[in-house]
């Protein structure tokens, strides 16, 4: 676990490294900000299948029989409207096989608190690993509100990919949500009074997106 926090990980390399530091620069136009978010996504997905239960398969090799292990449970993938898009197309590079369910949240600009306009999840939640993935943790209202839907929907086995997060996100997942980890590419320093993390990148829609 990383600094304070019981519940987060700091997925540290220097390819993510780079990728975040070119993400970050305000001159980096969309459609590189789309590339390097799906290929922060894909690098990040391997460190968050880590822990997942494997068990044990018999397989037929075309010398011999042996005993190898896969994955014990389906994993689903829950992209949150609209940044967490960005990030899909890298989580399925990895796991092609996943179900992909969608979470539409906004967060109001004056009040900050996250209005949901959108759920679509695939059924059985309950038996799966599930993986809700949006760039940015900055108030942690909306990956708080949407933690709490999964849950509402049967995900028992709940973890958070971002990639930014602020420290008062992270301490509001802590708190709503202990049994959620989180994993990011990088811890901020704070929020602005508008609710932006700083140094951050941004809007991660509008980046992503170009609006
Ligand atoms: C961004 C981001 C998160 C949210 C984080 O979405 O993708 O969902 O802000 O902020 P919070 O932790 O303070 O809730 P936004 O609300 O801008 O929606 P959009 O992607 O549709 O523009
Ligand atoms: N949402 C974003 O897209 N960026 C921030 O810095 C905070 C919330």
Partial sequence: ????????????????????????????????????????????????????STMEKKVQTPLEKT?????????????VL????????????????????????????????????????????AEMEVVLVDPMLATGGSASAAATTLKKYGAQKLTMMALIAAPEGVRLMEEKHPDVTVYVAGLDR????KGYILPGLGDAGDRCFGT
Avoid: W
């Fill in 190 to 193: 704070q929020l602005n009074e």
């Fill in 1 to 52: 676990m990383s600094g304070n926090f019981k519940n987060l990980i700091i997925v540290e390399h220097p390819l993510l490294d780079d990728k975040l530091t070119r993400l970050r620069d305000v001159h980096t136009p969309p459609s590189e900000f789309r590339r390097l978010l799906k290929e922060i996504a894909a690098l990040m997905t391997y460190e968050i299948c880590r822990d997942f």
């Fill in 67 to 79: 005993t190898g292990r896969i994955l014990k449970r389906e994993i689903t993938v829950v992209p």
């Fill in 82 to 125: 609209r940044a967490g898009l960005g990030m899909i197309d890298g989580v399925l590079s990895i796991i092609p096989e996943a179900r992909v369910g969608m979470l539409g949240l906004y967060r109001d600009e004056t009040t900050l608190q996250p209005v949901d306009y959108y759920v679509n999840l695939p059924a059985g939640l």
